[in-house]
């Protein structure tokens, strides 16, 4: 039976419930069967016992050993809304107090700045006044999230709180999902479907206001809006913009916009007791499961909400509490553990605001989403393992790679604040004192100082910026960054020689993708292989769509071994959705070859609006067939970048950087017989080792003919130092003749 539950955990982004709740389920016959949808839908785990069954343990509701610990007071807020009306929660938040004061602020200026702690009602409350109060009859009233998950559940929950749809009069929009509809008055979005929206619809016509949610995250795409809505304002009198902040420090954001009035919502918040680690800890994730299930055996109730750093982290921390609680026995309470990331499907999501069956505690384990875009009521502990991942752009290299750093000291404070929302809470910290006095940064760096411009030069550019280097950035890119992501680019064939966009360049901005699957997709045309990159490209974009549950990997690997085309993990990708084509879509199908069958509905419709902006390009969309060669072609004609020479069995150099990269066991040219020379990867993951992520191999001479800046055949007699040299040459010709464009048009600027 633990095993049972285990599985169960395991199936996909997961939750795991009322543990003795599951020990009485009886373990379903066929193991492989009780599906991953059976994990999505919770049934399985979630269902409660029967109470009055008499098996001691199954409902601790009902039975009175644990009666005086799920009684004790601090339920307040978790009752308040159980036992409250929407309508009173509406006017039990702190914004309600200054409702009338805000909408005349806003009335009468153009562009607000709105502080206010997490939980005071910002997000939920702010779209509604501007509702109520009369503009939405002349436009739309828009409020964009720098997460996606973000979007959809406070949509869900504006949805209810003013009693629609959702979908009708309040949506949401995301990338490849939009749930709106013409009805739709108050849409949430993430910031990234807005800055595309301004490509088609520079002025934004469509929107009364703007509320650019979220503004202290500053995301990459928060801080391009930034630039573009301070233009749009400043044009349209008749739109409202309101930048909220969870910070204290808005000044900043007031400064940008030309001194704007900043309102702030009082506060209401209850001290918080900051617990150090004494020493350093080895193993953040075992520091944080000990110091739950010490919390969870010694403390009064209250929810605890763990910070950890993204999805496997989180999985891991969840599952090995859970471990940890079957070993304890029946004799401990029950505990309903929940993972929130942002690639978590999003009714699993949406769990983590739901009561525990019976009052158990909850233990929420989240990504630094929960900093300050989520806000879940009745958490009174909160444990900070002290490390948040970033996406980190290293311009000598020219990759982004998804790196552990250590929190800066303004979220590590964000974080403990989530403790004494309802009350006085606790927050332990698994690094010391000293650490946070002294390692770590006051303040987080803006996305856009630290990742890939790619696509935002992309954007800008065909926004008709041309002179990136003076966008009115709020904190501007490090030149190098800006320069690099030109030059990639400038490679990928976006860009030419002058900076301006190609023909090229101009279609890959119209589709929503990383402008190397883009281009990949562009570039299929040519080698009539459109619909089978579309696959590929819409298999990309899940995190994956294999299953691995734990206890069961020999049986998965198996399974998906059975799938694997020799020379490439983007065609095995493809023989999977094939084969599931060819089995009618159906979902057991999936199941029984351990596929996950959401994953793979998500690729079946980002597949068709993926072709559908090929339809409207007027591209020609046909299928090569077996002749798979050419979808390799494509694939090599985008990541040509990333190519890499074989260095001994498993290894591989990236010729560009010399950096080493492995195969990963689970590739599909992993312990094949003969390993391809040369190959290349969609991107490179560190972990352990800077492994490979989706490897196809590739022949030689598609890379000096599709990156000819790069590669070449070799000349008989040229050393390998020349043939760098000739390749710095061009980088320095193209670098070269942009500047010179630039100084060309600034003095032509400059004349007028
Ligand atoms: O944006 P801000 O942090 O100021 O607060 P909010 O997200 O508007 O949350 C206000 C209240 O709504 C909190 O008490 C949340 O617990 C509640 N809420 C909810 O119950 N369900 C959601 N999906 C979002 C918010
Ligand atoms: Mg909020």
Not at 23 to 38: H, I, Y
Not at 173 to 202: A, C, H, P, Q, Y
Not at 595 to 615: F, N, P, T, Y
Request: charged letters at 25%; aromatic letters at 8%.
């Amino acid at each position: 039976r633990e095993k049972a539950v285990k599985d169960q955990f395991n199936m996909a982004g997961t939750v795991i419930g009322n543990i003795l709740g599951v020990k009485n389920e009886e373990p379903k016959e066929e193991g492989r069967d009780d599906t991953q949808e059976d994990a999505f839908t919770q049934d399985a785990i979630r269902k409660p016992a029967e109470p009055g069954e008499g098996d001691e343990g199954a409902d601790f509701k009902a039975e009175g050993r644990y009666a005086d610990h799920m009684k004790k007071p601090n339920e307040a807020a978790s009752e308040f809304s159980r036992t409250k009306t929407i309508d009173e929660q509406r006017r039990f938040l702190p914004i309600y107090g200054c409702r009338q004061a805000l909408l005349n602020v806003v009335r009468d200026n153009s562009v607000v700045v709105l502080v206010g702690e997490t939980g005071s009602g910002k997000t939920t409350q702010i779209a509604q006044y501007l509702h109520e109060d009369g503009y939405t009859t002349f436009g739309v009233v828009g409020c964009t999230q720098p997460r996606r998950v973000a979007a959809m559940s406070v949509a869900k929950r504006v949805s209810e709180e003013v009693g629609v749809e959702l979908g009708q009069e309040v949506g949401y929009s995301i990338r490849f999902e939009d749930v709106t509809s013409e009805n739709t008055v108050i849409k949430f979005m993430t910031d990234g479907v807005l800055l595309r929206e301004s490509l088609t619809e520079g002025d934004l016509d469509r929107y009364s206001a703007v509320i650019m949610d979220e503004a202290h995250e500053r995301s990459l795409n928060t801080d391009v809006l930034f630039g573009i809505l301070k233009k749009v304002v400043s044009r349209r009198m008749d739109m409202k913009l309101i930048v909220t902040s969870a910070t204290m420090d808005a000044t900043k954001f007031s400064e940008f916009f030309g001194n704007v009035p900043v309102f702030r919502i009082p506060g209401r918040t209850f001290p918080v007791d900051i617990i150090y680690a004494k020493q350093p800890c080895e193993d953040y994730v075992e520091a944080a499961v000990k110091q739950a299930l010490q919390i969870h055996l010694s403390q009064p109730p209250g929810d605890i909400l763990i910070f950890m750093t993204g999805q496997e982290d989180i999985l891991c921390t969840c599952q090995v509490i859970t471990e940890r609680l079957l070993e304890l026995g029946d004799k401990v309470p029950a505990i309903l553990v929940l993972p929130v990331y942002s690639l978590l499907p999003s009714e699993l999501q949406a769990k983590i605001f739901d009561k525990a069956e019976g009052g158990a505690r909850k233990v929420i384990v989240a990504t630094n989403i929960a900093e300050t875009s989520l806000t879940v009521d009745g958490i009174f502990y909160v444990i900070d393992c002290g490390y948040c991942k970033f996406k980190v752009y290293n311009p000598r290299m020219g990759m982004d790679s998804l790196t552990i750093f250590p929190v800066s000291q303004a979220a590590a404070n964000q974080r403990s604040g989530r403790a004494g929302r309802t009350g006085p809470g606790r927050c332990y910290r698994m690094y010391t004192d000293f650490a946070y006095k002294h390692e770590l940064l006051v303040q987080s760096v803006p996305e856009i100082q630290r990742t890939n411009l790619g696509n935002v030069v992309l954007l800008l550019k065909s926004l008709g910026i041309d002179n990136l280097l003076t966008f009115d950035f709020m904190d501007p890119p490090p030149q190098d960054n800006l320069l690099n992501s030109m030059y990639q680019l400038w490679f990928l064939g976006a860009l030419d020689n002058t900076g301006s966009l190609t023909p090229m360049g101009r279609k890959m901005v119209e589709f929503p993708l990383d402008p190397t699957l883009a281009k990949m997709l562009i570039f299929s045309e040519g080698l009539g292989c459109v619909d089978d990159v579309a696959t590929v490209v819409s298999a990309l974009s899940m995190p994956t769509i294999f299953y691995r549950p734990r206890e069961r990997e020999e049986e998965s690997d198996a399974c998906r071994e059975k799938f694997f085309a020799p020379e490439s993990d983007h065609l095995t990708l493809l023989n999977v959705y094939l084969q599931w084509k060819k089995n009618n879509y159906r979902s057991d199908w999936c199941t029984r070859h351990f596929i996950h069958a959401k994953s793979m509905k998500k690729v079946k419709e980002v597949r068709v609006q993926i072709l559908d902006i090929c339809k409207q390009l007027k591209m020609t969309v046909s299928t090569c067939g077996s002749d798979w060669d050419q979808v390799r072609k494509a694939i090599c004609s985008a990541y040509f970048q990333n190519a890499g020479k074989m260095k001994s069995v498993g290894e591989y150099v990236n010729m560009r950087s010399g950096m080493p990269c492995h195969l990963h066991p689970s590739s599909a040219l992993y312990g094949m017989g003969v390993q391809p020379e040369y190959i290349v990867y969609h991107e490179l993951v560190m972990t352990s080792k800077e492994y490979m992520q989706c490897v196809t191999s590739v022949d030689p001479e598609w890379l000096a003919e599709l990156g000819p800046m790069f590669f070449s055949v070799k000349q008989p007699g040229e050393t390998r130092a020349e043939k760098r040299q000739k390749e710095r040459e061009k980088k320095a010709m193209m670098e070269k003749d942009m500047a010179d464009y630039r100084a060309r048009q600034e003095a032509k600027e400059a004349a007028q």
